[in-house]
């Protein structure tokens, strides 16, 4: 081999070692979260909800620790005459420590005071709730300014030591009550329902950020 070969040879190596290692500082950059939903569909089931309630996250493929401020959530009720009530100020997140914050549901322009109860939302028969909810710890107000989201949900870097083989978890623990029928006493049924997410590195492939050509058409 002459040297001209081996010099085009060294540089395409360095280029695909070049191109690996991005690839895997990336990977290493961002995190994923998903929802066990096979543990919710059970205590759903179990709790006679399956039926009534449908309760979804919607979260990104990928997200890098910093930007995991907030959390989308629709609730369905699937009835058709009974009414639920989601009850905010009862609500809590738990981080992978168990330590358990107030949940907030984030309101556009809100400049209410947290020490004050959050409104309970109302889900009517065959109605379809959406928020977006994050914990109270991660909100910050400044006098005559609305309230911001100034931290991540969870802190960055025990959030970023997360792994494929050594994931973090952490709940949701929502408050729901079913308006009717009232119980033997009288009153609103209340139901505890709990959310378990876990936490962890992205496939590799997932930080490839091209597209084949059959992806691309179906997006047209």
């Not at 322009?109 to 109605?127: E, H, I, K, N, Y």
């Not at 911001?148 to 949701?172: C, G, H, M, N, Y």
């Not at 929502?174 to 029928?181: C, D, F, R, S």
């Amino acid at each position: 081999m002459n040297q001209r070969n081996l010099f085009v040879l060294t540089v395409y190596l360095l280029c695909v070692a070049y191109v690996i290692y991005k690839m895997v500082k990336d990977v290493n950059e961002y995190i994923s979260v998903k929802l066990d939903r096979e543990a919710l569909d059970a205590e759903l089931e179990e709790k006679n909800l399956k039926d009534l309630l449908k309760i979804e996250f919607k979260l990104a493929d990928r997200i890098k620790p910093p930007d995991f401020k907030l959390i989308p959530i629709k609730i369905a009720n699937k009835s058709e005459k009974h009414t639920f009530l989601v009850d905010w100020e009862q609500s809590t997140i738990a981080d992978q420590e168990g330590r358990s914050q107030r949940l907030i549901r984030l309101i556009p322009g809100m400049t209410m005071d947290l020490s004050q109860p959050q409104v309970t939302r109302v889900v009517a028969p065959g109605q379809i709730l959406e928020e977006k909810v994050t914990s109270e710890e991660t909100l910050k107000g400044i006098p005559g300014e609305t309230l911001a989201i100034v931290s991540p949900l969870f802190d960055r870097k025990k959030i970023q030591a997360a792994t494929a083989e050594k994931p973090v978890k952490f709940s949701l623990r929502l408050i729901i009550q079913q308006a009717e029928p009232l119980d033997s006493l009288g009153q609103r049924r209340l139901y505890t329902i709990t959310c378990q997410f876990t936490i962890k590195s992205p496939p590799w492939y997932k930080s490839l950020s091209w597209k084949s050509k059959d992806k691309k058409k179906k997006k047209k």
